[in-house]
Every structure is written in C-alpha cells, then in structure tokens.
C-alpha cells in the first residue's frame, strides 16, 4: 500500500536534484511529492510555506552550509521538527558527527548514495517520525489522564522523594505541588505508620512483594490526619535496577470516619444489651 510523503530536496546542482527525484519515484512503498530549492534561504522558505515530512539537505549551499541551515531551520519552525538527511561529497567522519550533533536524522555521501540505500535511509527516516510523533502523543495523553485523575497518582524516588505528582494529590495533602515535591514521602507519613511503611518499601525492593495495596495515616499541611488508600508498584530499569514507585491514591478519611461511628455504636449497643 502506497502512503503519500512530501520530500523538500534542497541542493544547488540541478544533476543531482534530477537523480535523487528519479530514485524516490522509483519507491512502490510511498507515493512522494518533490519539493525542490537550489539555495538555503529558497530551502528554508520552502519548509516554512509547505512543511515537508523530509528534508533531502546538501551540505554545501550557496551562501550557507547545511550546518548553518539547520540552525536557520530550528529558529524558524521552533517546535515543529521536520526529519532531515544531510548529503555531501565531503565524507569526512569530523562533518558526519556535527550533522548529527545538530539533529540530522542520517547521512550519506553523494559518491556513495544509490538509489536502495537513499530509499532505504528516507524509509527509515519516515518510520522514526512515525514512531517519534506516537510516542509523543502517547505521553501527551499520559499527562493529560495523569492531570484529569480523579484519583491521586505520584512518582516517588526509592529514597523516598517525590518526583511527580498530580492535582488530586496535592488536593487531598493540602499542599501545592511545589510545596508537596519539596517533601519526602516520609515527612508526611504519621508517626504509628512510619515503620511500617519502610518496611513495606523494603519489602517491594527486595522483590518480596510485586505491590500492595495499605491503608495509612498522612498529616495533611494544615496538620489534620488522613487515611489514605495506597497501592503501590515498583518501576525497575531494563537493568533491573529499581527506579521508582507509582502509586495510586485514594482519600478514605470519611469511610474510616463511618467505621469508627459504627463500631462506637455497637459498643454502646452491646454494653446496653449487657446492661439490660
């Protein structure tokens, strides 16, 4: 199945522009539209107008290079990234690792590029900003449900120090989320549950436990006591290495509130029924 790219060949010599054009329609993969320039500021206004979803970049410009280009280029569209492929007779190892220092995507030497591997380098180049523009929407919405939740979720360091935190949380703490990531986990944990817990982070770090799910008392910034739900997962390294905890939060102050009405309620009747 075919898919429809747009690729901006940005190169002076009219030979060359004519060959990498011949190789890319040679692709059944995709479909391309060529954009062309033969200069870096026809190149750069060429990317701003159209937005192609590769740039093909000689490395030597009349009046820029590629490296300078590039730079021209991040100014220009700011956020917005557009892959590129630098090409140059200059095949020196000291110019491929600059273009790649400057956030070229691949590199290849005119005297070497044939038709495969120039289809091959802007299959891959495509492919990675597939990849890159899911992954980025992927984490977008991560931190759109992670803000939304209407329960507390937190990241929180093996030693005990918060990394990241939502709304909620700060809402059941009473804190703001400067103030609360100023904090470790230990400094608002009460007193009678403190033990525990480490012991319960030990546990997790010695793979004793895959997580759990405890109900404890924090003091709040205003000094009042809740009674939280946590459960609790440990994030390792592909090393194996932990990394951090994520945990998932819930305020069950007002159950643990009723529970307690309840049980003083039943004393009081069992005491009456003696009584009686």
């Known amino acids: 199945m075919t898919q429809n790219q747009r690729i901006a060949i940005i190169d002076d010599c009219p030979e060359d522009r004519e060959?990498?054009?011949?190789?890319?329609?040679?692709?059944?993969?995709?479909?391309?539209e060529i954009l062309e320039a033969e200069d870096g500021e026809e190149g750069l206004a060429l990317c701003d107008r159209e937005k192609p979803d590769v740039i093909l970049l000689d490395f030597l410009l009349p009046g820029m290079d590629g490296l300078e280009f590039l730079n021209e280029l991040k100014i220009l569209l700011g956020k917005t990234q557009i892959p590129v492929v630098m090409l140059t007779g200059q095949g020196s190892e000291e110019i491929a690792v600059q273009a790649l220092k400057s956030g070229v995507s691949d590199y290849l030497v005119k005297g070497q590029t044939t038709s495969e591997n120039l289809r091959l380098t802007i299959r891959n180049v495509l492919e990675q900003s597939r990849l890159l523009s899911q992954l980025e929407e992927s984490e977008q919405r991560f931190r759109e449900t992670f803000k939304q939740a209407a329960t507390g979720i937190a990241h929180i360091g093996v030693d005990g120090q918060w990394l990241l935190v939502n709304q909620r949380l700060c809402d059941i703490l009473g804190c703001t989320r400067e103030e609360l990531l100023g904090y470790t986990f230990w400094n608002i944990t009460h007193t009678d549950n403190l033990s525990g817990s480490l012991d319960f982070i030990r546990r997790l770090l010695a793979d004793e436990i895959p997580s759990d799910s405890q109900q404890k008392r924090f003091i709040r910034k205003d000094g009042v006591t809740v009674w939280l739900d946590w459960t609790v997962s440990l994030v390792r390294a592909t090393s194996g290495e932990p990394r951090y905890l994520i945990a998932i939060v819930q305020d069950i102050s007002d159950r643990k509130q009723l529970e307690e009405?309840?049980?003083?309620?039943?004393?009081?009747?069992a005491l009456a029924q003696k009584i009686g």
């Open 19 to 32: 060959a990498y054009r011949r190789y890319l329609l040679a692709d059944r993969r995709y479909f391309y």
């Open 261 to 269: 009405s309840l049980s003083i309620s039943q004393e009081r009747l």
